[in-house]
């Protein structure tokens, strides 16, 4: 559908942590028509900013995503893996990986699997990341290195991108996080019709999934008023028992009112759900387990409002993620309403000033 050309191509694109390039360029060309200036951070983030009177408010998406590195290679021929990210080991068993060469070059490979007849009985065990190993065809080592295999390369999982049945929800990898640089990119192109009184920064960091590292600095850099991740959380909907951390596909937006790492300031939670019940605009209290780039953004300059708008996915951190497009539609409108309705009296409001 025309519609998701956007995130369609930003899910295609490969972008490992500290590998984010490919998918830097295509933000830029996609936020110069829109922006009044283009920002950098010296690690790889970058951010158009539309000029305003009021406060300055901040969104930004993670380019990266989960994946491996090449770190050896076997006399055999078989590709060593480091993980990238946070991987549980045993959803990348027979899975068909891409080894990024170069630019426009990627060599595929299998992620090999011991078939069941050769392990009749043996004691079961858990498989670990010293079990994995990319299967590329290659007879040798020396083999691989003339397919132009070398220690350092990305290794990233190949994308089936595709709508179900019902046309809602859409299938594909890394929707953690390019949901989030898509988002941005909408946003600020839908700044054009929107009158607010605020500086609006929207964009993209680098290395969130090994350590929020790109909004540690981005953060510093711009010291917003309020900084937002848009970001993906586990759904779990599709699971037996639900925990204190459910979410599901359909429901709207998530209001992420604690995880480990930030806790939402109480007035910006009231704002949330004051705004979205008046707009009418679907959402769902959400508990995390893990953490966002608004982590580290509440550390910057001295201390920021910070908080994330998520987006329910089934089964992020693998190979193929669900999302639900009603849900995508409920993250831009709020999104929107916050830059409408956020000024320099909420900004005192909130800070209890």
């Not at 009044?36 to 900013?49: N, R, T, W």
Request: contains cysteine; charged residues 25%; proline residues 4%.
């Amino acid at each position: 559908m025309k519609k998701y050309e956007l995130y369609e191509t930003l899910l295609q694109m490969p972008g490992i942590a500290g590998h984010e390039s490919t998918i830097k360029k295509f933000v830029r060309s996609k936020l110069e028509p829109y922006s009044d200036e283009i920002i950098q951070d010296k690690l790889g983030g970058i951010f158009g900013v539309k000029k305003g009177d009021g406060p300055t408010i901040m969104f930004a998406g993670h380019m990266d995503e989960v994946g491996f590195m090449v770190v050896g290679i076997t006399p055999q021929g078989m590709i060593e893996l480091q993980p990238i990210g946070g991987i549980n080991p045993e959803v990348y068993l027979s899975q068909n990986m891409e080894i990024v060469i170069e630019e426009n070059k990627t060599i595929r490979g299998v992620i090999g699997a011991i078939p069941p007849h050769l392990t009749r009985g043996q004691e079961k065990k858990s498989i670990t990341m010293e079990d994995l190993v990319l299967d590329i065809g290659a007879d040798s080592k020396e083999h691989a290195q003339k397919m132009g295999v070398s220690i350092g390369q990305q290794v990233v999982s190949c994308n089936s991108f595709y709508f179900t049945e019902d046309h809602k929800k859409i299938v594909s990898k890394a929707w953690d996080d390019r949901f989030g640089v898509g988002m941005c990119l909408e946003i600020m192109k839908e700044l054009q019709n929107i009158k607010h009184p605020n500086t609006v920064i929207c964009g993209a960091t680098v290395q969130e999934e090994v350590g929020l590292r790109g909004a540690t600095v981005a953060s510093q850099m711009i010291q917003p008023d309020l900084f937002i991740a848009i970001d993906v959380s586990p759904a779990t909907d599709f699971m037996k028992v639900q925990g204190k951390s459910s979410s599901a596909l359909g429901k709207g937006f998530l209001v992420r009112y604690y995880d480990p790492r930030c806790i939402m300031n109480p007035s910006l939670h009231s704002y949330f759900l004051e705004l979205a019940n008046q707009k009418k605009i679907p959402h769902q209290e959400f508990l995390s387990l893990g953490g966002t780039d608004a982590a580290a953004s509440q550390y910057a300059g001295k201390g920021t409002l910070s908080t994330t708008l998520g987006l329910p996915g089934r089964y992020i951190h693998t190979t193929a993620s669900m999302i639900h497009v009603d849900d995508m539609k409920a993250v831009k409108d709020m999104a929107l309403e916050i830059i409408k309705t956020f000024d320099m009296k909420k900004l005192k409001e909130l800070k209890g000033e």
